[in-house]
């Protein structure tokens, strides 16, 4: 049985990450930052008892901030693969702390990196390693982006991942180690944190639809990415370790549309004008915007046998279905006059994403 250790286990593509490696018979051992809140939604239906691999899956507290329990948990787990997901992913948030986005999307790679030469140093086996790169590393590149494209990151996102990336190309040829970097365009899914641009409007668009919202707040609805689903981003970083020789890899649809687009397949699917409801605020716009990020995956289709399933309407489809359903539950709750949301709900955020009032997950 192969061993697998995930870091961001309890975030959207941990998660996916995690059913993937389950189901083909991993023993997963997911990290998880130790928080005074419940914040493993995503992840809890992996320990019902209906779940047959639940007693492959073990969870331990650790921090890409802590050099010294991820070295001794590599070296009590003794993993064959390890996948580096963990990340501070929210682009506009690393505007406002930059430091710390840094310390743990830049050097927390660079922790974990040693720690696996120093596990195969000392055991004499041979460990695989994913590091989570992003579209956001190529910027202000002109698109179609591929491999072979410059990077020009703006953000401390961008950089701090631009970062991690070369630090695993150098531990790899240094040290002989099998690093592999995942450059994934935008990927979606129900499981998307709710302020991120995607679910964001899905989530008000629902809200909207069952009468719980009146409006929601952009920011540049000019901007284009690629659009993917996470369930099948999974895959390809999956592929990647899987391969004789490391190497790195863009995973994207091929396909770019614009916010105003995903804004039209999401409120039109509920029979809605989104231009109703939606205003820009100039609070959500960047200091540097990334106007343009469209991705060639022609590598990955070519040498791991990759390409995505889910299209755009796919995946707006999707969300807005399971969104629905949320903002369904919300609404039964609300006509009873109780403000408690359903787990998984967040009837307390306004379409700015500020809390108005005490939410209880239950």
């Given at each position: ?78 993993p064959d693969e ?90 790899r040829e240094s ?89 039209d397949e999401a ?96």
């Amino acid at each position: 049985m192969k061993k697998a250790f995930v870091t961001g286990f309890t975030g959207q593509d941990g998660s996916y990450l995690t059913e993937l490696l389950l189901e083909k018979g991993y023993e997963v051992h997911g990290i998880v930052r130790r928080s005074s809140s419940f914040n493993t939604d995503r992840v809890d239906h992996l320990f019902l008892d209906s779940n047959p691999h639940k007693n492959n899956l073990h969870v331990h507290y650790a921090d890409l901030n802590d050099a010294a329990v991820l070295l001794n948990l590599i070296l009590m787990i003794e993993p064959d693969e390890i996948y580096n997901l963990g990340a501070q992913s929210h682009v506009k948030i690393s505007f406002d702390v930059p430091l710390y986005t840094a310390d743990t999307d830049a050097l927390g790679p660079l922790r974990l990196l040693e720690a696996a030469r120093l596990y195969q140093e000392r055991s004499g086996k041979k460990v695989k390693f994913y590091q989570a790169g992003t579209s956001e590393m190529f910027g202000a590149s002109p698109p179609p982006q591929s491999e072979a494209t410059p990077f020009y990151p703006r953000s401390p996102y961008g950089c701090s991942k631009v970062a991690a990336y070369w630090y695993g190309i150098n531990y790899r040829e240094s040290y002989d180690m099998f690093v592999a970097n995942g450059v994934l365009f935008n990927h979606e899914s129900p499981r998307r944190g709710e302020n991120f641009v995607t679910r964001k409007i899905t989530r008000a668009a629902t809200r909207i639809k069952m009468g719980l919202q009146n409006k929601l707040y952009l920011g540049n609805l000019d901007a284009k990415r690629d659009w993917g689903f996470a369930g099948d981003f999974v895959e390809g970083m999956w592929r990647m370790l899987q391969q004789e020789k490391p190497g790195d890899y863009v995973l994207a649809t091929g396909y770019a549309y614009s916010v105003r687009e995903f804004l039209d397949e999401a409120f039109g699917m509920l029979d809605l004008n989104w231009e109703d409801y939606v205003e820009v605020d100039p609070q959500f716009y960047r200091p540097a915007e990334v106007e343009h990020l469209h991705g060639d995956a022609t590598k990955a289709k070519k040498e791991l046998g990759w390409e995505p399933k889910v299209d755009l309407k796919g995946l707006v489809k999707m969300m807005v279905e399971s969104d629905l359903e949320l903002a369904k539950q919300e609404k039964v709750l609300v006509d009873a006059g109780l403000t408690v949301a359903p787990k998984g709900a967040a009837s307390g955020i306004d379409g700015r994403g500020m809390v108005t009032r005490t939410v209880v997950k239950g």
